[in-house]
């Protein structure tokens, strides 16, 4: 039996506490339109993102996306925290391809002291960096198929050739997702015993695999239907809208920083960045996958010119302490341009740190991109785009 | 054209006001910034992108002079097909919020949720903007926490101590 108190407490009108900037309003529809809300709960949106749709029938006439859920402050707590303990927190950006982070942050930091990684931490770099664009690339074919309804290729990726690079680098330095792996001045250990013939025996194994993943999905015909054609972007849009990485090239554009403005040691490989044609979701598909081949060719070459030597640069120290001045270090990230910039005020804390995101700025073509496409093309695109919502909202 | 140093000589020519302030630190060489007043940015822009082809705005962001009182927005113009094309470019204005910096949207798209994260973050305003709302944060939260005088009111969730920033009693129901 209820007491009048709960009574009383129950129908108390409480008022949500936070109003989001995207609130949509009766008073903007016309006859025949309807708002629409998707997420940030919706297992298609790969994390808490957002989306209010303006709906006419099937058709979206507006797409409000609402980011901020997984906001952190990762750029105030840089400048409460010294340049090594921050290393830990770019793990947390993109965390499905944490090693990448680690990279970013420890060039510019790099950039900022002048000092250089030995050779053998540089080809470790490119190995790990590369095994870890392979494992994101996977999730992202993993978690695209389910998107659009091929839960096989989910299995495969995610769950088998995935968890071998994961085994690898937890072998390497102990953790599965956030390894803090790549330091300031070179990277945190040497390669455990038999690591590297491990790391051999994957890259068959995974050129096998894509073989796989071709009859299982890219050129499954139902994938095809719901990819081929939707969500074009065309070469001219997606530079303006600041796209890089896979989804510019996607559309075109054959721009690779590693190929282009090489850092680190890139100018010693051979590859070939891949480039789509049309810009559209199975393209923004196809790049990843090829990308994957690519990848395992540069580690294939590390792994066999991989020098001996030092593994950090030698008297560095945990504890540093960059002259005054500013740096920006750019790499190529699983996602497109990922970039930090630094400004340094003589202390062992940076004065100021920004994140280049590349999946922040990637999502911001969204909400052009998906007006005219119907509902069920929503999850087809924005799955394409593959944005982390960890790196978003920072 | 491929020099650097170059598109610094033509920015210069064409924007007498331009100079160069600064430079980024890269392994052995230094890559210079240019300072412009707010008033040229929007003119710089165009010139960039139309003349000069660099047909991609990398990022924007901004620092918190406090001490000197004033903000600086970073912006970095690059070519899409040659990289190794860019140019950072700085404009400074007033921390007391009398400035309203042009915003490069109608440019490059890409602008958008940029500059609307700085607003958001750091307060500063930017005329012509087609949304400049929050975007990381909710419509009612108080200040703009990249500000170097920020100090955190403990909503509930957080006292605030755990991320090290000042911690203002004023007006917080929780203390």
């Known amino acids: ?394 | 054209m491929s020099d650097p140093s170059s598109l610094i000589q033509n920015v210069r020519d064409r924007f007498p006001s331009a100079e160069v302030c600064g430079a980024l630190s890269e392994f052995g060489r230094a890559e210079e910034m240019i300072l412009v007043p707010l008033n040229d940015l929007e003119a710089l822009a165009v010139f960039l992108k139309e003349d000069m082809k660099l047909d991609f705005l990398n990022f924007v962001t901004a620092v918190d002079w406090i001490k000197n009182s004033r903000f600086e927005l970073v912006y970095l113009f690059q070519s899409i097909e040659k990289p190794e094309r860019k140019l950072f470019v700085k404009v400074r204005l007033a921390r007391d919020g009398g400035d309203v910096v042009p915003s490069l949207t109608a440019l490059w798209p890409s602008a958008d949720w940029q500059e609307r994260e700085i607003f958001d973050l750091f307060g500063i305003r930017f005329g012509n903007h087609p949304n400049l709302k929050r975007i990381l944060l909710w419509d009612e939260f108080e200040g703009h926490p990249l500000r170097k005088d920020y100090a955190h009111v403990p909503d509930g969730c957080d006292s605030g101590q755990e991320i090290g920033v000042p911690v203002s009693r004023a007006g917080n129901p929780h203390a």
Request: proline share 6%.
């Open chain 1, 1 to 394: 039996m209820k007491t009048t108190d709960s009574n009383n407490v129950q129908n108390e009108r409480v008022t949500p506490p936070f109003r989001s900037p995207v609130t949509p309003d009766e008073g903007e529809l016309s006859e025949n339109e309807l708002w629409l809300n998707m997420g940030p709960q919706h297992p298609s949106t790969h994390g808490v993102l957002r989306v209010v749709l303006k709906m006419e029938g099937e058709i979206i006439r507006e797409a409000r996306p609402d980011v901020g859920y997984l906001h952190r402050g990762v750029e105030k707590l840089a400048e409460n925290r010294t340049y090594s303990q921050f290393n830990i927190l770019t793990d947390r950006n993109d965390y499905l391809a944490s090693m990448l982070n680690n990279w970013a942050y420890c060039l510019s930091v790099e950039k900022l002291l002048g000092v250089r990684a030995p050779e053998r931490a540089e080809y470790l770099r490119v190995i790990v960096g590369e095994l870890n664009r392979i494992a994101s690339h996977l999730v992202f074919i993993g978690t695209f198929g389910i998107d659009i309804g091929a839960f096989t290729p989910f299995l495969y990726a995610f769950g088998r050739e995935r968890e071998m690079v994961l085994d690898l680098f937890e072998r390497l330095c102990g953790a599965r997702l956030t390894y803090n792996y790549i330091r300031i001045g070179g990277v945190m250990a040497d390669l455990p015993d038999g690591w590297g013939d491990q790391a051999r025996s994957f890259i068959p194994h995974m050129r096998r695999c894509l073989k796989e993943y071709d009859d299982l999905l890219t050129y499954n015909p139902i994938f095809l239907d719901r990819t081929k054609g939707i969500g074009a972007i065309p070469k001219d849009k997606a530079v303006s809208y600041g796209l890089s990485g896979p989804n510019l090239r996607a559309s075109g554009v054959s721009t690779d920083l590693r190929k282009d403005e090489p850092y680190g040691i890139y100018d010693r490989f051979q590859f070939k960045p891949a480039v789509g044609t049309t810009g559209d979701t199975w393209d923004r598909y196809f790049v990843r996958r090829l990308e994957i081949e690519e990848s395992l060719n540069i580690v294939e070459q590390a792994l066999n010119s991989l020098p001996e030597g030092d593994i950090l640069a030698k008297g560095q120290r945990p504890t540093v302490r960059p002259p005054v001045g500013e740096s920006y270090a750019q790499i190529e990230g699983a996602r497109g341009w990922l970039g930090i910039y630094l400004v340094s005020d003589g202390t062992e804390r940076p004065y100021r740190l920004h994140v280049r995101g590349p999946s922040f700025i990637n999502l911001t073509i969204l909400q052009e991109m998906l007006k005219g496409w119907k509902i069920a093309d929503v999850v087809a695109i924005l799955g394409s785009l593959d944005v982390v919502l960890g790196e978003v909202d920072r």
